[in-house]
């Protein structure tokens, strides 16, 4: 299976919080899957860290480069299809990364490992 990580699901996952799913956790594991990390989740962290809403135990350009070669994670680009795709979706949430990250599971198929009720909004299948 192939599944676009939300950015909580790749801070939670690389952290081993309590907070991942059971679902989320065996599917992240399971080798055999295809997960997905967006470049607009590396964006998201690196401004958090900056803006100082989040502390890494290494800088985000060490960190989450580190955390997807020890998770094996595939890495999806920001194209201009994905970033006019989210500008046209419906206001039902706020946070632009989120919007992306819809976009992106749109446009390329595959559902988003998310624990966000608000992204569950849009047409595009979520796992938790």
Do not use: C
């Amino acid at each position: 299976m192939k599944a676009l990580l939300d950015t909580h699901t790749f801070l939670w996952s690389a952290a081993g919080d309590p907070k991942l799913s059971g679902d989320a956790y065996r599917l992240i594991e399971d080798r055999a899957n295809s997960i997905v990390f967006s470049a607009a989740s590396a964006y998201e962290i690196a401004i958090k860290v900056a803006n100082g809403r989040l502390t890494l135990s290494d800088p985000p350009a060490a960190y989450v480069p580190a955390r997807i070669a020890a998770f094996g994670f595939d890495v999806l680009s920001i194209e201009i299809h994905h970033s006019l795709h989210a500008a046209s979706l419906p206001a039902l949430h706020r946070d632009p990364w989120d919007r992306l990250l819809v976009a992106q599971a749109q446009l390329e198929g595959i559902p988003i490992i998310t624990a966000d009720s608000l992204i569950a909004r849009y047409d595009v299948e979520t796992i938790w």
